[in-house]
């Protein structure tokens, strides 16, 4: 299993040291970043990660940092803020922009370490998300130009009958063509055929 970055950015030199520090003594892979400039002028090539900035940073803030990492990787990069006490609603406006989680100052290296669970156990998830698509990709590409016309069709809920009339074939050779996308797409029932479908949007 691949080992997932934790990227922490803080402007604070002692701060960003013990945290790196802290979290190699955990078994995880860290690395530290003098402020947001820093990270995005060396920008980690790892699809998956998580982060953890500081707010308040000079240069780029923590809130540009978040919406920058956001708009690049969405929720394949999971964010935690570490913020004063006076930062609360700010934190929570982010929380509610997509922020995994926040962090008050001063905090508690096991209360970091318990946060940062939470946000490789999200991460792990997206992973896991990613190698299912991924799956289901591969199989769709198996499938001919009119089995996938098949599949198109029987998860939008169109019957055998009504795809029959829809590609002007037998309702006989919608079951034909209906078993190969089954067999091809490793479908045990229907519901499982609409959930791979799912799966891509």
């Known amino acids: ?5 934790v990227f ?10 013990s945290l790196v520090t802290l979290l190699r003594a955990e078994g995880l892979r860290a690395r530290g970043f003098a402020s947001g400039v820093d990270f995005f002028d060396n920008l980690p090539a790892d699809k ?3 982060v953890v900035t500081d707010l308040h940073m000079p240069g780029m803030d923590g809130t540009e940092v978040v919406k920058r ?3 690049l990787y969405g929720e394949s990069w999971p964010i935690i ?3 004063g006490h006076g930062d609360i609603s700010l934190a929570v406006d982010l929380m509610k922009a997509g922020v995994t989680d926040f962090i008050e100052k001063p905090f508690e290296p096991h ?5 940062l669970k939470g946000c ?8 896991a998300d990613i190698d299912k698509r991924a799956v289901i990709e591969h199989r769709l590409a198996q499938l001919t130009v009119r089995e996938r016309q098949v599949f198109d069709q029987l998860v939008e809920g169109l019957s055998n009958k009504e795809i029959a009339a829809s590609l002007t074939i037998s309702p006989r050779t919608v079951e034909i063509f209906r078993a190969k996308v089954m067999s091809k797409m490793e479908a045990p029932n229907l519901s499982a055929l609409v959930r791979m479908s799912l799966g891509l949007s």
């Open 111 to 115: 209360r970091l370490i318990e946060t």
């Open 1 to 5: 299993m691949m080992t997932t970055s």
């Open 8 to 17: 922490v950015i803080e402007d604070d030199f002692a701060v960003r040291d």
């Open 69 to 71: 990492i956001k708009a």
């Open 48 to 50: 998956i990660a998580c």
């Open 81 to 83: 803020v570490i913020t």
């Open 120 to 127: 490789l156990s999200r991460v792990h998830q997206v992973r």
